[in-house]
T-cell receptor
Framework: GQNIDQPTEMTATEGAIVQINCTYQ??????LFWYQQHAGEAPTFLSY????GLEEKGRFSSFLSRSKGYSYLLLKELQMKDSASYLC????????????FGRGTSLIVHP | EAGVAQSPRYKIIEKRQSVAFWCNPI?????LYWYQQILGQGPKLLIQ????????DSQLPKDRFSAERLKGVDSTLKIQPAKLEDSAVYLC?????????????FGPGTRLTVT
């Protein structure tokens, strides 16, 4: 099974940098995803990590350490529209590749 | 490219009634997922299909929930009979396949309220 832990809520200022952490304990690992979900909307894909290291994509970066069961999502130059829930999802291995989502981190960006 | 379609968008029913949700995935996507998302929580996988076969339904309450994807394209999720705790958003998602860096594309969801 999977156990995924994220902070419930974070606040940050427009223009700043914020790091959202995700720790996981899994029976197997086959990739970690980050999704963004605005209130009342469906999740949308942000990033995918399967090897250790940093993946950068514009203002968003995602880091993975498989040995530590740890990932973070880094958001730079925060904008008001970045206020949303950020979901960490871990996929297991073993043929089914079942994705398990964390509870999500609600990020509030204020002026 | 059209996204994942779901209907209805909203549904209100009384407990013990039945309800069905429909999902049309992105064309060519072999893997289809149904999730239940309760307010304030992350999506919980109910069932995963690969083409028209079930890959995993370990978290599907089979005494009341059923799902099918007969021709490997559209899918329906049914609840019979509904309970108050079934109030949630039901999300359908699809991906090209279930391995590699294939992200999931989510539909707009169906918000179910059971009274």
């Amino acid at each position: 099974g999977q156990n995924i832990d994220q902070p419930t809520e974070m606040t940050a200022t427009e223009g700043a940098i914020v790091q959202i952490n995700c720790t996981y304990q899994t029976s197997g690992f086959n990739g970690l995803f980050w999704y963004q979900q605005h209130a009342g909307e469906a999740p949308t894909f942000l990033s995918y990590n399967v090897l250790d290291g940093l993946e950068e994509k514009g203002r968003f970066s995602s880091f993975l350490s498989r040995s530590k069961g740890y990932s973070y999502l880094l958001l730079k130059e925060l904008q008001m529209k970045d206020s949303a829930s950020y979901l960490c999802a871990v996929r297991d291995e073993g043929g089914s590749y079942i994705p398990t989502f964390g509870r999500g981190t609600s990020l509030i960006v204020h002026p | 490219e059209a996204g994942v379609a779901q209907s209805p968008r909203y549904k209100i029913i009384e407990k013990r009634q039945s309800v069905a949700f429909w999902c049309n995935p992105i064309s060519g996507h072999a893997t289809l997922y149904w999730y239940q998302q309760i307010l304030g929580q992350g999506p919980k996988l109910l069932i995963q299909f690969q083409n028209n076969g079930v890959v995993d339904d370990s978290q599907l309450p089979k005494d009341r929930f059923s799902a099918e994807r007969l021709k490997g394209v559209d899918s329906t999720l049914k609840i019979q009979p509904a309970k108050l705790e079934d109030s949630a958003v039901y999300l359908c998602a699809s991906s090209l396949d279930r391995q590699g860096g294939r992200e999931q594309y989510f539909g707009p969801g169906t918000r179910l309220t059971v009274t």
